[in-house]
T-cell receptor, first 112, second 113 residues
Framework: EAGVVQSPRYKIIEKKQPVAFWCNPISGHNTLYWYRQNLGQGPELLIRYENEEAVDDSQLPKDRFSAERLKGVDSTLKIQPAELGDSAVYLC??????????FGPGTRLTVL | KQEVTQIPAALSVPEGENLVLNCSFTDSAIYNLQWFRQDPGKGLTSLLLIQSSQREQTSGRLNASLDKSSGRSTLYIAASQPGDSATYLCAVFDGGATNKLIFGTGTLLAVQP
């Protein structure tokens, strides 16, 4: 069974540029999560989807971050414009039940 | 607000040594607690999950304990190997209204051959 797929794996951009991350969850998992992990810290939830609906986006900085999950499968997370402080690893996870989440390898973003 | 803390932040041990990683949380109203392993450039892999009603879980050389009343969990690794080198994260799942995994800051473990 394929795991959670994320792309790109690495991204280097200059500040003020836009960037987008893509996630393909495990087949059949209706819940999808985006986390941000700063260096030396644990992951923090940005947004959680149940099918197409964003049910928890309280930690998403809505002035520059946006996310979508069309057709309740793949998801994209976008940052526009990126700031230096956005440098982090962005993790996607999916689940059938909320306490058993499967994580992708993450996208390491560096903003110069 | 739930806060999860892990001590130590980093640990280096010689191969073969037994070791203990610590995790503490401020709100004892948790649904379960998990220990994850994170390798560089890779996602998180769940190692052990302890339900709030359980005291411990074992998997191979790993044993995790949970004392919910005191807000503490430990991960015991027996006979450590270089392949155990990774970052270990604990996370509490609070179920209920927020339904969130809240992670600690992690312990970076290096097992020296």
């Amino acid at each position: 069974e394929a795991g959670v797929v994320q792309s790109p794996r690495y991204k280097i951009i200059e500040k003020k540029q836009p960037v987008a991350f893509w996630c393909n969850p495990i087949s059949g998992h209706n819940t999808l999560y985006w986390y941000r992990q700063n260096l030396g810290q644990g992951p923090e939830l940005l947004i959680r989807y149940e099918n197409e609906e964003a049910v928890d986006d309280s930690q998403l900085p809505k002035d520059r971050f946006s996310a979508e999950r069309l057709k309740g499968v793949d998801s994209t997370l976008k940052i526009q414009p990126a700031e230096l402080g956005d440098s982090a690893v962005y993790l996607c996870a999916s689940s059938l039940v909320p306490d058993t989440q499967y994580f992708g390898p993450g996208t390491r973003l560096t903003v110069l | 607000k739930q806060e999860v803390t892990q001590i130590p932040a980093a640990l280096s041990v010689p191969e073969g040594e037994n070791l203990v990683l610590n995790c503490s949380f401020t709100d004892s109203a948790i649904y379960n607690l998990q220990w994850f392993r994170q390798d560089p450039g890779k996602g998180l892999t769940s190692l052990l999950l302890i339900q709030s009603s359980q005291r411990e879980q074992t998997s191979g050389r790993l044993n995790a304990s949970l004392d919910k009343s005191s807000g503490r969990s430990t991960l015991y690794i027996a006979a450590s190997q270089p392949g155990d080198s990774a970052t270990y994260l604990c996370a509490v799942f609070d179920g209920g209204a927020t339904n969130k995994l809240i992670f600690g800051t992690g312990t970076l473990l290096a097992v020296q051959p």
